[in-house]
């Protein structure tokens, strides 16, 4: 894949806007924004039962974001988004 797609850009402008806001938001709560405001992953809505593929969903954008912009772009996705227990969702 050459591109990001279209729900990982939208990540990653979230993730920037969390950071320059010195704010963070659980995986459960940006599965509910996504599905909220119809931002589709390849195979349809985000779950907000299982939080595993939503984790995969952000580690998923941080390697791209890495790819494309480097590494201190792609740390504002691995800090903006945290687990149920407030622990950022990735860690690299």
């Not at 580690?59 to 996705?77: D, K, M, S, T």
Request: charged share 25%; proline share 0%.
């Amino acid at each position: 894949m050459s591109q990001m797609l279209a729900h990982q850009t939208y990540i990653y402008h979230l993730a920037r806007f969390l950071h320059q806001h010195d704010r963070t938001m659980s995986l459960r709560e940006l599965a509910e924004h996504l599905n909220r405001n119809e931002i589709k992953s390849s195979t349809g809505d985000f779950s907000t039962d299982s939080l595993r593929g939503m984790g995969a969903a952000v580690a998923a954008v941080y390697h791209r974001v890495e790819e494309f912009f480097g590494e201190g772009e792609a740390e504002y996705v691995a800090r903006a988004f945290v687990g149920d227990d407030g622990t950022f969702a990735f860690e690299r």
